[in-house]
C-alpha cells in the first residue's frame, strides 16, 4: 500500500470510526490548541523556556516571538540539531543542546521517522544519540528557575519527568506542558502514575489525553 493510500484510509477511518485518541485530538483542533492554547501562559522577557524535544524548532520560536524569553532547546538527532542551530544563529537567546535530557548520561540508539522519532520506534534509518542526566545539566548550567518547560520526546517523558522528581528538581519548574505517548504496553500506567507525583508539586490546567496537557506550580 502505498503512503498516499494509507493516509486516505487513515483520514476516512478517522472519520468513521475515531478512537479515544482521535476524539481527543478532534477536541484538541477544535479549541485551537496549539494556535492558542498551547501559548497562553504568563511569561515575559525574562522568563526561561525549556523545550525539550525541539524537532524542528517551531515551538522555541513560537514561544519566543510572544514573550521574547530565552530558550534552551534539546534536540537529540544530530540533523534536526543542526538546522534548529542555523535557524536561530542570529539570536543568542535561543540556545540549542544536541542531547535528550534523562535519568542518566548514556548514549542510545534512536529510529528516525521525521517528528516521530524515538528509541521505541522501528525503522531502517537509526542513529546514535546522547543522553544527558537531566540533574547534572541543572547542576552545571546552574539553573534555579525554569518557567516552562515543554515535554515533546516521544516516550522519554516516562524516564524524565521520574527523574525530575527524584532529584527534587520538580519543584524548580512553574509550568510543564507535556505530550504522552503511546510506546510501551504500559505506558498508560505509567503516565498515571507520573500524575500522582506531579499532583504533589503542581496542578492539572487542562488535559487532553496523549495530546497535550499542562501543569502548573501550586503556588501560582
Known sequence: MNSRLSR???????????????????????????????????????SLAMDVGGYKGQWASDIYARYNCRVLVFEPVK?????????FK???????????????RKHETISLSADGSSVYGESPQKETIEYEDVACFFQEHDIQNVDIMKINAEGGEYELLPRLV???LISRIRR????????LPDSESRMAEIWRLLERTHRLTYR?????????????
Open 166 to 168: 527524584d532529584a527534587g
Open 90 to 104: 542570529k539570536n543568542p537567546r535561543i540556545e540549542v543542546f544536541c542531547l535528550a535530557l534523562g535519568a542518566s
Open 208 to 220: 487532553y489525553k496523549f495530546v497535550w496537557e499542562n501543569w502548573v506550580r501550586l503556588d501560582l
Open 176 to 183: 510543564i506542558q507535556i505530550q504522552f505517548h503511546k510506546v
Open 79 to 87: 540533523s534536526f540539531a543542526q538546522a534548529i542551530r542555523e535557524r
Open 8 to 46: 486516505v484510509m487513515t483520514k476516512v477511518r478517522v472519520h468513521m470510526f475515531p478512537n479515544a485518541h482521535d476524539k481527543e485530538f478532534q477536541r484538541w483542533k477544535a479549541d485551537h490548541g496549539d494556535e492558542e492554547v498551547r501559548y497562553k501562559h504568563d511569561l515575559d522577557s525574562e
